[in-house]
């Protein structure tokens, strides 16, 4: 039996709505992933609300693929995205499913200068920020800004052993940390970014 609960967080100089839509858009996970190959569904473009599915290809090895079905089941965009699946553990069916559950999580958290800023700001120059009450007049921070967490539990009572692709993809710290990367600097350069919030970010102080 597998249980695993893996927890990674970053900060994004950008406001919670704007994550939001972002992170649960499917078709901007593909090419931040290093496991999906592509996403399947109707209306992927776009933010996935409550109840809908969609289906994530993932790339396990040379010659192993694997669709999972995603259903979204808690959707709060001002604080909790989160989607389940049951992705079979292996091609025989008697090895059973894993049952994983992905959350991302979202609160405010000021951000200090020292981020990757969108479009590439040229060095030497600073983006307008909110400085920090009792903060030294040289520390400043980004006004808005989101700590973005992605919770993923999962549960597998099966008897057969778990084939290693499955616990890398659903277990493995360093894949997450990375995802959230990729998607953090898609975020920042993508022209998702509001006009007001790309000012605040990236203009000249």
């Known amino acids: 039996m597998l249980e695993t609960v893996l927890e990674v967080s970053i900060a994004i100089p950008l406001p919670v709505s704007q994550v939001h839509t ?79 559950t992905l959350t991302y999580s979202y609160s405010r958290a000021r951000h200090p200068l020292d981020v990757q800023h969108p479009r590439g700001s040229a060095a030497g120059t600073e983006p307008r920020a909110e400085q920090s009450v009792g903060t030294p007049a040289e520390v400043q921070y980004v006004a808005d800004a989101t700590l973005l967490t992605r919770t993923v539990r999962t549960a597998y ?27 953090r600097s898609a975020m920042l350069a993508s022209d998702h970014v509001p006009t007001g919030a790309a000012s605040r970010i990236s203009s000249a102080g």
Do not use: K
């Not at 290809?57 to 808690?74: H, K, M, S």
């Not at 009572?157 to 998607?183: C, H, K, Q, S, W």
């Open 22 to 100: 972002f992170m649960t858009t499917p078709d901007n996970w593909a090419a931040a992933s290093p496991v999906t190959e592509r996403i399947q569904g109707d209306r992927t473009d776009r933010p996935v609300t409550l109840g809908a599915s969609f289906v994530d290809v993932l790339r396990l090895g040379p010659d192993i693929t694997a669709e999972v079905r995603w259903t979204v089941t808690r959707d709060d965009p001002g604080s909790t995205w989160q989607i389940t699946c049951e992705p079979a553990a292996g091609t025989d069916p008697a090895d059973g499913h894993i049952h994983v």
């Open 157 to 183: 009572t099966g008897e057969a052993n778990l084939p290693l692709p499955y616990r890398d993809v659903f277990t493995n710290r360093t894949i997450a940390a990375r995802f959230l990367a990729a998607m």
